[in-house]
């Protein structure tokens, strides 16, 4: 009965592949976003969907794709990773207000050696 | 733009006493203010928020935090720490015509036996 969740938690792999985290959430929020969390446990905003449509943008490589294949569901796709990618991601959910707070997931820790 | 400002990085007290962990937040307009707190290896999971309804807002865990408009600031308190409670605390702002949750560098509290 997990809120949000994402797949994988960790994620090791070499510089120049490509990967995906998936993230989902079951609280039928309308928006769903994308953190990045540095070694420094800064977080910044990378992205944000609003019911399928993206509303955030923020300056990422990219190679950083987000897709929203349904309300209840946002990917990252990874293209061409490179080390200083290595962080921990976190998704995020809300219900569109502006007051609303975010429910945020485990959170996905990608290793780049 | 909104912003958020936890001084320091790293607050430690003795179990019993009280936290006090202050945010001083920036913005042209009153916004809504969050707390988050971040267990290790875990996701954030959201502690209160103030979204003009009350200046004194309690929150779970026997966390509180007081809206002053006149100090811009949004301080955490708990009377009396537990062990429990050493974790990672992000202070963060949204509001005035953003969609974008600002966060806060974190605090890092650590309770003493």
């Known amino acids: 009965d997990t809120a949000v969740s994402q797949t994988p938690k960790y994620l090791v792999t070499q510089m120049g592949n490509d990967k995906s985290i998936k993230c989902e959430q079951n609280l039928g929020h309308d928006t769903m976003y994308w953190y990045k969390q540095d070694s420094k446990k800064f977080l910044k905003i990378m992205f944000s969907y609003n019911n399928k449509e993206l509303i955030i943008n923020e300056t990422v490589p990219n190679r950083f794709s987000p897709k929203s294949p349904d309300k209840a569901h946002l990917n990252l796709h990874i293209n061409s990773l490179e080390l200083g990618d290595s962080a921990v991601y976190f998704c995020?959910?809300?219900?569109?207000?502006?007051?609303?707070?975010?429910?945020f997931g485990p959170g996905t820790r990608l290793t780049v050696t | 733009a909104q912003s958020v400002t936890q001084l320091g990085s790293h607050v430690s007290v003795s179990e019993g006493a009280l936290v006090l962990l202050r945010c001083n937040y920036s913005?042209?307009?009153?916004?809504?203010l969050f707390w988050y707190v971040q267990y290790p290896n875990q996701g954030l999971q959201l502690l209160l928020k103030y979204t003009s309804a009350a200046t004194l807002v309690k929150g779970i865990n026997g966390f509180e935090a007081e809206f002053k408009k006149s100090e811009t600031s949004f301080h955490l308190t708990k009377p009396s720490a537990h062990m429990s409670d050493a974790a990672e605390y992000f202070c963060a702002v949204i509001g005035g015509g953003s969609e974008k949750l600002v966060f806060g560098k974190g605090m890092k509290l650590t309770v003493n036996p």
């Open positions: 995020a959910s809300s219900q569109k207000s502006t007051s609303s707070e975010q429910y």
């Open positions: 913005s042209s307009v009153p916004p809504y």
